[in-house]
């Protein structure tokens, strides 16, 4: 199994930001959503783009996802459907708007959650799914 940095990077990543969820976490627990932020950092990025498993970027990237992992176990494994990215245009009679980029993005990107944060370490994302940017 690919899994990307170690428990100890990763706390160390988290705790200079303030977070000290990683920390608090068991070995297990810590490991188990390092595996699944591996998971969806390896298919979404990593595997796509030919990158290496120790560029800092997805060391990074794996560092940002495990957290959402931890509080949320399956958080990065949830599918759903483009219509479901909306933005609240109204709110005298509530209404949603599919968001451009939903109705754009094609494929199995469109079905998977997304960071800004993660995909900013990346060049970000065009609309058909093509990634810019420098890639480190």
Same mark, same amino acid.
Not at 92 to 103: F, G, L, P, Y
Not at 117 to 134: M, P, Q, W
């Given at each position: 199994? @690919? $899994?990307? #940095? ?28 390092? =595996? /699944?932020?591996?998971?969806? $950092? /390896?298919? /979404? ?18 560092? $940002? ?12 494994? *949830?599918?759903? @459907? ?11 009679? $509530?209404?949603? @708007?599919? #968001? ?5 993005? *094609?494929?199995?990107?469109? =079905? ?13 994302? #065009? ?10």
């Amino acid at each position: 199994m @690919t $899994i990307y #940095s170690t428990n100890e990077a990763w706390r160390a990543y988290a705790l200079a930001r303030g977070n000290v969820s990683p920390t608090n976490a068991s070995d297990s627990d810590a490991s188990a959503a390092r =595996q /699944r932020a591996s998971d969806y $950092i /390896r298919t /979404r990025y990593v595997l796509p783009l030919g990158l290496s498993a120790t560029a800092d970027n997805v060391i990074e990237a794996t560092h $940002i996802a495990a957290g959402y992992e931890l509080t949320t176990p399956g958080f990065w494994s *949830k599918t759903f @459907t483009p219509a479901q990215q909306k933005t609240l245009t109204g709110v005298d009679t $509530i209404r949603w @708007t599919v #968001s451009e980029n939903a109705a754009m993005e *094609k494929g199995y990107n469109a =079905q998977l959650p997304v960071s800004p944060a993660i995909d900013a370490l990346f060049g970000g994302t #065009s609309n058909s799914g093509l990634y810019l940017g420098v890639i480190g």
